[in-house]
């Protein structure tokens, strides 16, 4: 393995760590909710994706070929941290959040996490 992969993979861990760290550090400092979403899918999707790319870039430089285990997973999970965070804070917004206190949406219809049946409440022009 050169010098060069070896500094590369070493910084794209100690990168993937720190995300690690920040993002378990704003989960327990940070006192709203909805703020409290963005350090765990922030740290996920950057922090474990980072280690996954050192990891198959490690595999690659010492020849054992490309590592599809560790694409798949940063696909995996690139896919769904953002996913479930719209979740969590459609969630919090169901469970918190006054509907008189919201501004009117843009269309005139109900905001959509609201609705409470979404076939009765969508526009029906655009």
């Known amino acids: 393995m050169t010098t060069l992969a070896e500094y590369l ?4 861990l100690v990168l993937g760590g720190s995300f690690g760290l920040i993002g ?9 909710p909805m703020q409290r979403l ?6 996920t999707t950057m922090g474990v994706g980072a280690a996954l790319v050192a990891s ?10 490309i590592a599809w285990q560790e694409i798949l ?6 896919l769904t941290a953002p996913l479930s965070a719209l979740y969590l804070a459609k969630t919090h917004i169901l469970r918190s959040i006054d509907r008189k ?26």
Do not use: C, N
């Open 9 to 12: 993979i070493a910084a794209l």
């Open 73 to 78: 997973v940063s696909a995996f999970l690139f």
């Open 24 to 32: 378990s550090y704003g989960l327990l400092k940070l006192k709203v």
């Open 56 to 65: 198959a870039l490690g595999l690659a430089v010492m020849g054992h070929g």
């Open 38 to 43: 963005h350090t765990p899918t922030k740290a």
């Open 101 to 126: 206190d919201l501004p009117p949406s843009a269309t005139g219809a109900p905001w959509a996490t609201l609705a409470q049946d979404g076939a009765q409440d969508r526009p029906t022009e655009i």
